[in-house]
């Protein structure tokens, strides 16, 4: 039948032991609720089975460089674990326990503190736990995907999705290996991808990557704020939106500014959002952060994401406890080790399979374009302090931009 009857199906997944990069793919759907385990509250200094959680993808075995990855990947999972306690000891040295504070909650604060910047040494490899509830048609959509993905462990992947999830809704994933249906779409992904990258071989090849801040604000609507309050009028009015819209922009600006605090009204707390009427003007972000960051910020699935492939260009990111923590020494061997090695595998032809081999602290670039209402999700979420300070930096800047460079100040 039409399409939508498979959104009346839904399935509880769990993908284990995905590498982060796979973790990614899984979560690129905006129709599905994820869970993914986290590097900040989970420690990998355990070794299950003798072998440290990282994946060894087929592309690298099968170009003879498995043995060099093993050693590269083995020592920064060596490194984070020796840090670990020490690295605790440090922060309960800077923030003694509050009396008021149960002892469990002091532990996990310190060590989520250890964890926190410390993630940075481990690689885009690291094993993750992803649980997914999704509806039929969101699967088919991901199935899709990860069919047309040049990675190997992703392709891998689906077929074992596939099989799990026919168990449970066989009827709505009848199309996803027909050859002339989903063989033909995940062809004509495959296939776009990469005519994009060969044209854009010729037309990009002799322009320089300039140097950039954290956070640019590239796109946004000058009539943005009188536009969202047209918006906001219009469900307690009779007249037509591009009546409202003229009105709006023949008032003051007290009173526009009256109508956005009565829209938004008295917020107890940050999940108290105003409507949709935020939804009438948005921004769009270049941002270039850490890769341990932008895992967080990549999961808010409303908002347009693209990313750029993972590697050691953009240089990588250094904690400032490193250095009176004494850890500053290993976490730059551990960085030139990854970028050594990341250049091994372009060299050998890895292509996309390289991103494995670099550390999470390297810096990836991204753009994240996103309407007022979710920016004021967002960068409410990701300014809380208990939250990682990458990404609390990206979002207060973000909130400085919307402010300042796009002038929306009452938005």
């Not at 989903?182 to 990009?204: C, I, K, N």
């Not at 605090?261 to 921004?283: C, I, K, L, Q």
């Not at 993972?310 to 009176?324: A, F, K, Q, S, V």
Request: hydrophobic share 40%.
């Amino acid at each position: 039948g039409d399409d939508s009857v498979a959104q009346l199906g839904g399935v509880h997944l769990a993908c284990e032991q995905s590498s982060q990069i796979l973790a990614k793919v899984l979560e690129w759907g905006r129709l599905a609720a994820y869970l993914e385990q986290s590097t900040r509250y989970v420690p990998y200094d355990d070794q299950p089975g003798g072998r440290w959680r990282y994946v060894v993808p087929p592309e690298v075995e099968a170009a003879e460089l498995g043995r060099r990855y093993r050693q590269v990947l083995d020592r920064a999972f060596e490194t984070y674990s020796r840090w670990l306690d020490p690295m605790q000891a440090f922060y309960r040295e800077l923030y003694p326990k509050d009396p008021a504070d149960s002892d469990f909650v002091y532990r996990s604060t310190i060590r989520a503190k250890a964890c926190d910047t410390l993630r940075g040494l481990l690689p885009a490899a690291t094993r993750s736990n992803v649980g997914i509830y999704a509806t039929g048609q969101a699967y088919e959509q991901l199935l899709l995907r990860m069919r047309a993905n040049p990675l190997q462990e992703v392709r891998a992947f689906a077929d074992l999705v596939l099989e799990e999830l026919r168990k449970v809704i066989p009827a709505f994933l009848r199309r996803v290996d027909l050859p002339d249906r989903g063989g033909a779409w995940s062809e004509y992904l495959a296939r776009t991808r990469q005519d994009v990258q060969e044209v854009s071989a010729g037309v990009l090849a002799d322009e320089p990557a300039d140097q950039r801040p954290e956070v640019t604000l590239v796109d946004f609507d000058p009539d943005g704020e009188v536009k969202v309050v047209a918006a906001a009028l219009y469900s307690v009015s009779d007249l037509p939106d591009d009546a409202l819209l003229e009105r709006a922009r023949l008032m003051s600006e007290d009173d526009r500014a009256a109508v956005l605090r009565a829209y938004v009204g008295e917020r107890s707390n940050r999940r108290h959002r105003p409507g949709r009427a935020f939804e009438r003007t948005d921004y769009r972000f270049d941002v270039l952060c850490d890769y341990g960051a932008f895992r967080d910020l990549q999961r808010h699935r409303p908002l347009t994401m693209e990313w750029q492939e993972l590697g050691p260009l953009h240089g990588y990111e250094e904690p400032p406890e490193l250095e009176p923590a004494g850890a500053l020494e290993d976490w730059g061997r551990t960085m030139e080790e990854s970028a050594d090695l990341w250049g091994r595998l372009r060299a050998a032809g890895l292509g996309p399979a390289a991103q494995y081999a670099v550390s999470m602290a390297h810096r990836i670039r991204f753009v994240m374009q996103m309407n007022a209402r979710e920016a004021m999700h967002l960068i409410e979420l990701r300014t809380t302090p208990q939250g990682h300070p990458v990404y609390r930096r990206v979002a207060q800047e973000m909130h400085h931009l919307i402010a300042e460079g796009a002038g929306h100040r009452a938005i």
